[in-house]
């Protein structure tokens, strides 16, 4: 059975930059997409970056635009969201996850608090002090 691990989570002031990592325990390169989530305190799972895995294609949530970046090492089966100049509000557990249906599904699902993503990690705990 597939697992993702993420680590790398921690505690940054803000402004500041982290990197998280999400292993997965086997080639991803037949699922659809993997993509990274977050549940900020008294919030609802959101989505901040989609990697699609036909193409290398990546979308990005407004608060994540421009501040975040998503990429795949494919040779380590790592996915790593790079978090630049995160603020307070970023203060969140992450996850990563994979989906398994089909691009549409991926955005689609992206949007709905990860509803289509069908392999989720454990989460790793990110906390920005002002």
């Known amino acids: 059975q597939v697992r993702l691990a993420e680590s790398g989570g921690g505690s940054v002031q803000a402004g500041g930059s982290l990197t998280l990592s999400c292993r997965a325990s086997?080639?991803?390169?037949?699922?659809?997409?993997m993509a990274w989530f977050r549940q900020r305190p008294g919030k609802e799972r959101e989505g901040v970056a989609l990697?699609?895995?036909?193409?290398?294609?990546?979308y990005y949530s407004g608060p994540a635009k421009a501040r975040y970046t998503i990429s795949l090492d494919n040779a380590k089966n790592v996915l790593y969201l790079q978090m630049n100049r995160t603020s307070p509000e970023d203060t969140a557990m992450y996850y990563c996850?994979?989906?398994?249906?089909?691009?549409?599904?991926?955005?689609?699902?992206?949007?709905?608090?990860?509803?289509?993503?069908?392999?989720w990690g454990q989460g790793t705990q990110v906390t920005v002090s002002s």
């Open positions: 996850a994979a989906g398994f249906y089909t691009p549409h599904d991926c955005y689609r699902g992206f949007n709905l608090a990860g509803q289509t993503y069908g392999l």
């Open positions: 086997e080639d991803m390169s037949s699922s659809a997409c």
């Open positions: 990697l699609y895995m036909n193409n290398g294609a990546t």
